[in-house]
Every structure is written in structure tokens, then in C-alpha cells.
């Protein structure tokens, strides 16, 4: 069994939804960034989403907009965050390592030889958010041949019709991208994520992952009420952006804080 | 394209021009992509559409715009005849109308109450802004802080035209971040927003429909020469930012085998400077905005900014259709620097008392240097597509005038 299919089914087990904390690689520099991924698990991070750097984000907001260009400015690169996952594996076999991006760098270091070496860093799946089920067969195979799950993205304008293109040859799990806009600012409304996880469940058995705008632990609490998991990203990253000092210190914190509200959910739900 | 009888044909049903085009948006976007894509094709079917449009381009627009055979400048330059379609003196001063009048129809037949729009040099924002004052609709024009600092005259006519002009600190501050923080507010307000692209970038179906009513162009064009002369062009000529002036004016001559075709990138300080914004002459093939094209980018598949002394020219890409184009050689094309370009501008100020715009003034520089290599019963057609008022503050600063 594959780590992600592994960790969700832990996850069922134990009745609970799992966190998905997304960080940048690389933000603010090599040496800060590996201390932040390190500590995620401990934190009580379920799956680590890596943000690959890309100078053109087109799907994010300011916050990780802004992580990319620091990432960008002090060596980050798609080499750079392979090394990074390389020494995370070190100490970590069991957490699973998603990386997200966008296509260009992807297709610049070469789609097949992206994905052998992603796979050979540590990595478990991708998310390639500018590369739509209609153009991704050029990647689809070689992450297929690396073991690479490829995770899919679903939105509030996907459709019942669109759904099953999306689905066909998703694999990891689902993402649900809660909101319409981009990533950090707005909000979704719990009774709204209901609905729409009820809906994609009843086209697939993937987990399903919700994120784009959860910042709180409450909000984390709410969302995961509904869904396998949480995704957290901005608020994390954002806090990079705030400490001038050490960053590490109270992203493992709010992580931990995620975590726990998380962790209540369902039990939450259930007394 | 594998039916290679014409160089028209292209794109494929899923937008792609050989390797290039495609549809790389994120999944917010793709429906929305698709539904215009649909809206764009009952409309092309459609004869009142096409009505309409001719209607607006006739009477508010001003077309056709005349084909004027530059004798001075023939003279001058002392070779090929050279003929100049003046879509300068469109409404608004840029060919950049004939795409938003045809854009801002569809999103009405579409029932879309609000438009958006990325704009460089500030010619597409203003021909956008128009449009939206036209026919009532809110306007947001998403320009990069660096440009609203160069094309200021253009900034205050979208404010007087009603826009909102949003300027982007993002990333560099030029015209692919706008692009990038239009993408942004459209994945943001999918339900009632259109986005009209000012080029032919971005994903399908852009390209091509961008194509499609800059084209107008191309086929005034082709009627007036065979009118004047008789007979088709040896040459077209026009600059390329993101290729849709140049676009519209070789696209119904593709298949002329006899008609050769030079397009004119900026090479800002020089192509190997690094400073400059010839996308296919100094980048390589990648994915932004949308589409796969040749882009300007480092090792990483990082995308580096683009220097021109021309806002209008100064975007790291290509329309995926001019790639193609290129690979398959069916298009030449050149570059001209900014020094070649305020040549150019003197030039035409000079001998034909037209002030054209930095943009078109690199097309000009490379006519003011074939020409003289070309037989006396030579012709070649450019595009003068803008007018150089907006640029005479930018130009003084850079031949030390003060205003
Ligand atoms: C007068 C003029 N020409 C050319 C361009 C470049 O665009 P394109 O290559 O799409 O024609 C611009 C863009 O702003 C422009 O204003």
C-alpha cells in the first residue's frame, strides 16, 4: 500500500479526519525550511503538501505568492526541494510528501525525469494546479511508472458532468478547493463543504481533501467535520512572512493547535 | 495538425498549434474556459453576430482603416514599395479594438455583467475601458506598477473612460503579473465576470478567437493591395508583443505560399544582452498563462522578466500560433532593438508625417532595413497598428527633452 492510501486508511480507522499542512520549500531559505518540514510530523501534520516555487503562481494569493518569490530569492529551486525532501526521509519513512506546483518547471526539468527523481527524493504524489485532466496525460504516465499518486483538484464549478473527467485517473486522494478564488483569502462556509464532499463522494471512494482558506484551528475543526482532511497552507506560510526571527517556533505550534482541532472533529460531531 | 493542405486550419478542437496552445488552467478556470469556448463557437455561427460586429467596427470603430502606399518613405528607403495598414487611426489609436468589440459582444450574448482585463503599454486597457463605457459594463484593468509609471497618459484615459484601473506589485510589476492577477479575479468572480485577453495568449480558445477578430485586418488588407496594385504583397511585416497585430494581418494571407512574412520581436538592449523581449528568438518551449509557447525563463523553468523600451512588446511569451508558425517556418522571425525603434519612429514621423507608436516602430525599423535590398517593383504591406501619442513622454525623456 502506498504511504497516502496507507496513512488515510489509519486515519479511517482511528475515526478521525487528518491534517494536511502546506509549506513551501525552500521559504525563507534551505536551512529554515528543512527545520519547519522536520518537525511537521511531531507537530501533528497527517500528510505534507512541499510547495515547489514558481515565479508565476497564478492560482494563489499574496501569501504564497510571496513565499515563492523568497523561496525564489535565496536558491530555491525544483533541485533544491528535492534535496530537502531527500534529507526530511532521512529521519521520516511514514509521513506521506505531496508536491505541489505549477507545470513549467516540471515540464522544463523534463516530465519523466521529474517524476523518477521526485519519486527517488521521497516524494508520494502530485499536484500540478495549472495542469487540467484534459492536458496532464503528458505527465500522468511517468508519475504512474515512479509510483507517484497524481491528485486532482475539484472546485465549486466542477459539475456533475465535469466530476467523472476529473476523477478518471485521479489517485492519492481528492482536493477539494472549497472556494472560488485563490488561495488565502476567502473563507468557505462549512454547510457548503458538506454538501459538495457528499456529492463528490457519491462518484468516487478516494479520500477527500478540503482546503483554500482555512486559518484557524476552528476552521480546520469545521471543515474536517465533513471531510478526510484539512488542508492548511497560507496561514503557515504566512507566518514566515510575520517572524522576522524564527519561524519555526510558531508554525510547529500552530500546527499543533490545527492538529488538535482536528483530531476533536468527528468526536466532536459524534457526542 | 496532421491535414497539412492549409496553414489555416489549426487549432485542434483541444487549441493546439502543433506542440503548442492547450488549455493549462487551473480547475476553477476550466469550466469557464469551456463554456467560452462554446459561447464563442454558436457565436461564430452565427450571421446576426458577425452582423453586429461589422456594425460596430463600421461606424464606431471606423474601419476599414485605409491602406496607404508611404511614397517618401518608398523613396527614401529607395527599394520595395511599401504600403502601411493604418489601423492607427482606429478608435483609440491601436488595433487593440478590433478585439474587444468583438470580445465585449460575446460576453453580453453570454449575459456576463462585469469585465476584466490585462493591459501593458495601457492600448488594450483603453480599447477595453471604451468598450465597457460603450455599452455600460464595469471595467477592471489590471496593469503592472512599473508600466503605470511609463504610459501614464494611457492610465488617466482609463480613469476618465470609467475603469478601474488596479495597478500589480506582484511578482515584477509588468504585464504577465497583470495577466497573472486578471486570472486571479476571474478564478475569484467566475459567476457574473469575463475576461477579454488582449492578445492571442492565454488558453484556448483565446488564441484563435483573438485571431479571428484581429483578422479583419488581414482581410481588409488583402482586398485593398489587390485593389491598388493588382496583385498580392512579396512581404508582410509587424511587431510582436504577443503577436495579435501581427496575427491579424498574416492570417488570411497563410496560405499565399508566395506572400512571405516577417515578424518583428523587441530586442530591447540587444538579443544577447539579455535584456530584451524576443520570446522566440532568445526563450524556449513552456507553459504560462495558459499555453504551451516559447517563453522567456531560466534553468528552473523560472520566468524572467522581458525589457522594452515598448510596454506593448515587454511580455516574456508568444502566441502559441506564432510558435507553431515559427517551428514549422512558415514566418520569419526578426528582431529590432530599442535604439531600432526610435529610429524607426523618426523615421516615419519624418517622411510621412505620421507619429507612429514605439510598438509598430519596430516593425518600421526592420522595413527601413530590407527595403533598400528589395526590387523598386517589390511591395510590402506593415501593420502600423498604433499611434505614437501615447508614447511622446517616454520618447522625450529618452532623447532628453523636457516637457
Ligand atoms: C500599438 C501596439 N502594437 C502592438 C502591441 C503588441 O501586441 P500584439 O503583439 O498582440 O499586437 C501593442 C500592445 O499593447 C500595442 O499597443
Redesign the interface.
Known amino acids: 500500500m502506498s504511504r497516502l492510501a496507507g496513512t488515510f486508511a489509519r486515519l479511517k480507522q482511528e475515526g478521525r479526519a487528518g491534517l494536511v499542512t502546506y509549506v513551501m520549500a525552500n521559504d525563507p531559505d534551505a536551512a529554515t525550511a528543512q527545520k519547519i518540514v522536520d518537525g511537521l510530523p511531531d507537530a501533528g501534520a497527517d500528510v505534507i503538501e512541499l510547495g515547489l516555487p514558481f515565479s508565476d503562481p497564478m492560482a494563489d494569493g499574496p501569501a504564497i505568492q510571496a513565499a515563492a518569490l523568497r523561496a525564489l530569492a535565496n536558491g530555491g529551486s525544483t533541485k533544491a526541494t528535492f534535496e530537502l525532501l531527500r534529507n526530511f526521509r532521512k529521519k521520516n519513512t511514514a509521513t506521506p510528501v505531496v508536491l505541489m506546483g505549477y507545470y513549467n518547471p516540471i515540464y522544463i526539468y523534463g516530465a519523466e525525469r521529474f517524476c523518477k527523481d521526485a519519486a527517488a527524493a521521497g516524494a508520494d504524489g502530485l499536484i500540478v494546479v495549472d495542469l487540467p485532466p484534459e492536458e496532464d496525460e503528458e505527465l500522468r504516465p511517468y508519475a504512474k511508472a515512479a509510483g507517484l499518486d497524481l491528485v486532482r483538484l475539484a472546485t465549486p464549478t466542477t459539475d456533475d458532468k465535469r466530476l467523472p473527467t476529473v476523477l478518471e485517473g485521479a489517485s492519492g486522494f481528492l482536493y477539494y478547493v472549497a472556494v472560488l478564488g485563490v488561495t488565502g483569502t476567502k473563507s468557505a462556509a462549512a454547510t457548503d463543504v458538506q454538501a459538495a464532499v457528499a456529492r463528490i463522494k457519491r462518484h468516487t471512494q478516494l479520500p477527500v481533501a478540503v482546503g483554500f482558506g482555512i486559518k484557524t484551528p476552528e476552521g480546520a475543526a469545521a471543515i474536517a467535520k465533513h471531510a478526510d482532511a484539512a488542508v492548511v497552507g497560507s496561514a503557515l506560510v504566512q507566518i514566515v512572512a510575520d517572524t522576522k526571527t524564527d519561524p519555526v517556533t510558531p508554525m510547529h505550534k500552530l500546527v499543533r493547535e490545527l492538529a488538535a482541532a482536528v483530531r476533536g472533529a468527528k468526536q466532536g460531531a459524534a457526542a | 495538425m496532421t491535414a497539412l493542405n492549409s496553414y489555416r486550419a489549426g487549432p485542434d478542437e ?1 487549441g493546439h498549434f502543433g506542440i503548442f496552445g ?11 474556459i469551456l463554456e467560452v469556448e462554446r459561447a464563442y463557437t454558436a457565436a461564430k455561427a452565427d450571421p446576426s453576430f458577425q452582423k453586429e460586429l461589422d456594425y460596430y467596427l463600421e461606424h464606431y470603430v471606423g474601419r476599414p482603416s485605409p491602406l496607404w502606399f508611404a511614397q517618401r518613405l518608398t523613396d527614401e528607403l529607395g527599394g520595395a514599395k511599401i504600403y502601411l495598414k493604418r489601423d492607427e487611426l482606429n478608435h483609440t489609436g491601436s488595433h487593440k479594438i478590433n478585439n474587444t468589440m468583438g470580445q465585449i459582444l460575446l460576453a453580453r450574448r453570454m449575459g456576463k455583467k462585469r469585465i476584466i482585463a490585462e493591459t501593458g503599454a495601457g492600448q488594450h486597457g483603453v480599447a477595453t475601458a471604451t468598450v465597457c463605457a460603450l455599452f455600460g459594463m464595469p471595467c477592471v484593468v489590471y496593469m503592472g506598477a512599473t508600466d503605470i509609471e511609463r504610459q501614464a497618459p494611457n492610465v488617466f484615459r482609463m480613469k476618465m473612460l470609467g475603469a478601474e484601473v488596479r495597478p500589480v506589485t ?2 515584477t510589476g509588468t504585464l ?2 497583470a495577466m ?1 492577477d486578471a ?2 479575479d476571474w ?4 459567476t457574473d465576470t469575463y475576461y477579454i485577453i488582449g492578445t492571442v495568449a492565454g488558453p484556448h480558445p483565446y488564441p484563435a478567437m483573438v485571431r479571428d477578430f484581429q483578422s479583419v485586418i488581414g482581410v481588409e488588407a488583402r482586398a485593398q493591395i489587390l485593389k491598388a496594385e493588382g496583385r498580392l504583397p512579396d512581404k508582410l511585416v509587424a511587431c510582436i508583443g504577443g503577436g495579435s497585430n501581427a496575427m491579424g494581418l498574416f492570417h488570411p494571407f497563410l496560405d499565399d505560399r508566395d506572400v512571405a512574412m516577417d515578424a518583428v520581436e523587441a530586442a530591447g538592449l540587444g538579443l544577447d544582452t539579455g535584456k530584451h523581449a524576443a520570446s522566440l528568438q532568445g526563450g524556449k518551449p ?5 499555453n ?1 509557447t516559447f ?1 522567456l ?1 531560466d ?6 522578466e522581458a525589457h522594452s523600451i515598448s510596454a506593448g512588446l515587454d511580455y516574456p511569451g508568444i502566441g502559441p500560433e506564432h510558435a507553431w508558425l515559427h517551428d514549422i517556418k512558415r514566418v520569419n522571425y526578426v528582431a529590432a532593438t530599442d535604439e531600432d525603434a526610435v529610429e524607426g519612429f523618426k523615421l516615419l514621423s519624418r517622411t510621412e508625417g505620421i507619429l507612429p507608436a514605439l510598438e509598430p516602430a519596430h516593425a518600421l525599423a526592420h522595413v527601413a532595413r530590407i527595403a533598400p535590398k528589395m526590387a523598386k517593383d517589390k511591395i510590402i504591406v506593415m501593420n502600423l497598428c498604433g499611434r505614437g501619442d501615447k508614447d511622446i513622454f517616454a520618447l522625450a525623456e529618452r532623447l532628453g527633452v523636457k516637457l
Open positions: 483541444r492547450g488549455r493549462y488552467v487551473a480547475e476553477t478556470l476550466m469550466p469557464l506582484s511578482g504577465k503579473d497573472n486570472l486571479r478564478v475569484a468572480n467566475v513552456g507553459v504560462l498563462h495558459g504551451r517563453l525563463m534553468g528552473d523553468g523560472q520566468i524572467t
